[in-house]
């Protein structure tokens, strides 16, 4: 099992910057990719970026390229999200996941409980 946390959101006016961490624990000796995911209400979760154990393949949204950087700390077991130029459309719960492969998609089979990131216009 492994205990994923995350932190760091908040509200920010467009154009403005904030960094998300997720923090793991628990059975986190074996090498295992991790993404960050997000969901506004009334639709479904979306895929933000993703980052391999080593972070030799990361994948980002469309959406988010060239705004936002995923990066992780495996000596610390927390994997961040540097988010630039925000847009109220980003405005979403931003939720970490982990896994054995890294994926695209939300079939990852460890997740947090998720962020808020308020984008205001």
């Known amino acids: 099992q492994v205990q994923l946390v995350e932190s760091g959101g908040g509200l920010v006016q467009a154009g403005g910057s904030l960094r998300l961490s997720c923090a793991a624990s628990?059975?986190?000796?074996?090498?295992?990719?991790m993404g960050w995911f997000r969901q506004a209400p009334g639709k479904e979760r979306e895929f933000v970026a993703a980052?391999?154990?080593?972070?030799?393949?990361?994948y980002y949204a469309e959406s988010v390229k060239g705004r936002f950087t995923i990066s992780r700390d495996n000596a610390k077991n927390t994997m961040y999200l540097q988010m630039n130029s925000l847009k109220p459309e980003d405005t979403a719960v931003y939720l970490c996941?982990?896994?054995?492969?890294?994926?695209?998609?939300?079939?990852?089979?460890?997740w947090g409980q998720g962020t808020q990131v308020t984008v205001s216009s």
């Open positions: 996941a982990a896994g054995s492969l890294i994926r695209t998609t939300p079939r990852y089979d460890y």
């Open positions: 628990g059975r986190t000796s074996s090498p295992y990719a």
């Open positions: 980052i391999s154990w080593t972070g030799g393949t990361i």
